[in-house]
Structures are given as structure tokens and as C-alpha cells.
């Protein structure tokens, strides 16, 4: 059985890009192939894919568990949830502990406020 891949449309925003396109090589099949795309679609696989990706995924791990009523409220918490992740992240280059879990990185930041 083969598997078919679904074609999504992507939309990118930028302020840095144009239309420039470039010509990478794709291999299909064991075949290298030529294909034109937009550079900001390269600079994104390449640089900032895997960093988006994994932001996203820690902003919902242990997401506090809490009822808003208030919009602003909402945003507010959803603000300083982003920012512990974003502070998880630089606290991991900084320390040279990328194998630590956000878990105890979570603990952590939680002992230091009480302190």
C-alpha cells in the first residue's frame, strides 16, 4: 500500500523576505530533483522550525488548570506562561543543560519565587 501525502497551503509572513525564490536539490524517489522555492520557506526549515515547534509544544505542557472570566486575565497568564518557556529555553543555553526537562526546570523557577 502506498501512502499519499496531503499538499497544504502554507502562508508565510515576513518583513525581512521578498519574493526571492532559490533552486534547492530534493531528493524523490533516490532521485535528486531541482525545485524552486521561496527563500523564506528555506530560512524557516533550516533556522526556525524546530524552535517554533518546540515552543509550542512546552507552552502546553503543564498549562496551570484555572477558569477565566476575564479575557484579560487570560491573556495576562497566557503571557507569563510564554514567558517561563522563552526563560526555559535560555536558561538551558546559558547552563549548557539541554537534556534537563521542562519539568524540573518547572520546579526549579517554582523553589527560587518562594525562596
Given at each position: 500500500m502506498t501512502k499519499k501525502l496531503a499538499l497544504a497551503l502554507v502562508n508565510f509572513l515576513?518583513?525581512?523576505?521578498?519574493?526571492?525564490?532559490?533552486?534547492?536539490d530534493r531528493?524523490?524517489?533516490?532521485?535528486?530533483i531541482k525545485t524552486v522555492i521561496l527563500r523564506?520557506?528555506?530560512?524557516?526549515?533550516?533556522v526556525g522550525m524546530g524552535q517554533v515547534d518546540a515552543f509550542d509544544?512546552?507552552?502546553?505542557?503543564?498549562?496551570?488548570?484555572?477558569k477565566n472570566k476575564s479575557w484579560k486575565r487570560a491573556h495576562f497568564l497566557q503571557l507569563i506562561q510564554y514567558s517561563v518557556v522563552s526563560t526555559f529555553h535560555i536558561f538551558r543555553m546559558v547552563e549548557k543543560k539541554s537534556d534537563m526537562p521542562y519539568k524540573e526546570f518547572l520546579k526549579l523557577a517554582r523553589h527560587a519565587l518562594v525562596e
Amino acid at each position: 500500500m502506498t501512502k499519499k501525502l496531503a499538499l497544504a497551503l502554507v502562508n508565510f509572513l515576513s518583513n525581512t523576505h521578498y519574493n526571492e525564490t532559490i533552486v534547492v536539490d530534493r531528493r524523490k524517489k533516490g532521485v535528486k530533483i531541482k525545485t524552486v522555492i521561496l527563500r523564506v520557506a528555506q530560512d524557516y526549515t533550516q533556522v526556525g522550525m524546530g524552535q517554533v515547534d518546540a515552543f509550542d509544544g512546552y507552552a502546553v505542557w503543564y498549562r496551570a488548570k484555572h477558569k477565566n472570566k476575564s479575557w484579560k486575565r487570560a491573556h495576562f497568564l497566557q503571557l507569563i506562561q510564554y514567558s517561563v518557556v522563552s526563560t526555559f529555553h535560555i536558561f538551558r543555553m546559558v547552563e549548557k543543560k539541554s537534556d534537563m526537562p521542562y519539568k524540573e526546570f518547572l520546579k526549579l523557577a517554582r523553589h527560587a519565587l518562594v525562596e
